[in-house]
């Protein structure tokens, strides 16, 4: 992999939208180019990683609904509701994924609660903690946790790649 050039995109947190370098790296042998998205960026969303997770983790919680937490968020309840209906979508796979990864790296099985969607993620490696949860999410999935179909490439853990398993 080398350094192929990269494009601008936006980026928006509470501090207002700013642009982001995002490199891209093209394979040698495959003469394929892969962007390489930062941990605080998801794939196709404008707003942040921590953003997107805050509302996701208030929602789940039940501490409030998908209005309160985007007013909270500062982001349109529509687009709240999109992250959180994306989400629920997801949270079978993104669970099952997690519990399989904290395996893999000697950690205790996990089952998720009865309700999958309030299946949250946990980031107890070292180093990940003080980024937060959603940084490392978005890191493990490549950007993927709220994309539509695309399989995320995961973590490759020691010499290997991870996949997580697919849930029944």
Same mark, same amino acid.
């Given at each position: ?19 982001? #370098? ?139 790649? #991870? ?6």
């Amino acid at each position: 992999m080398t350094f192929w050039s990269g494009y601008r995109r936006w980026v928006r947190d509470r501090r207002g939208c700013r642009r982001v #370098f995002v490199p891209r790296l093209r394979c040698g042998a495959c003469r394929v180019s892969h962007a390489l998205l930062p941990a605080f960026v998801l794939a196709r969303r404008l707003d942040t990683a921590g953003t997107i997770g805050g509302v996701l983790a208030a929602v789940a919680a039940g501490r409030c609904g998908v209005r309160p937490a985007a007013e909270r968020a500062g982001v349109a309840h529509t687009t709240a509701r999109g992250w959180w209906r994306r989400f629920a979508a997801r949270a079978p796979v993104l669970g099952a994924g997690f519990a399989a990864l904290a395996v893999e790296l000697g950690g205790e099985a996990i089952t998720p609660p009865e309700g999958a969607a309030r299946f949250a993620t946990a980031a107890g490696l070292p180093g990940w903690a003080p980024l937060g949860a959603w940084r490392f999410a978005s890191a493990v999935t490549g950007g993927m946790m709220l994309a539509a179909n695309t399989p995320a490439p995961w973590l490759v853990v020691g010499g290997r790649r #991870f996949m997580p398993p697919v849930p029944p």
